[in-house]
């Protein structure tokens, strides 16, 4: 039996419309990706007022969930 690996990340994607854009709405799109299986197991789609935070994601017994929130891409 393989052992459960979840990625947890999430990102921005600007709101639609002239108003949205000159106050930063930002839609936060919330997933956890199952490695073994291949397969997305979760979404949360949540507006501006709402933050990243890991525990969006359900906690699984014996599953290894690295989070990639906060990350900043590594530039050389």
Do not use: Y
């Not at 979840?6 to 419309?17: N, Q």
């Not at 197991?41 to 501006?48: R, V, Y």
């Not at 906690?59 to 969930?65: D, F, K, L, N, T």
């Amino acid at each position: 039996m393989a052992r459960l690996i979840r990625i947890v990340d999430a990102a921005t994607v600007p709101k639609a419309g002239k108003k949205s854009k000159e106050n930063n709405g930002l839609w936060r799109i919330h997933a956890v990706f199952n490695l073994p299986a291949e397969r997305f197991t979760g979404f949360e789609l949540i507006d501006e007022r709402g933050g990243e935070t890991s525990d969006r994601a359900e906690v699984v017994p014996g599953a290894s969930s690295p989070s990639l929130l906060g990350c900043q891409p590594q530039h050389s």
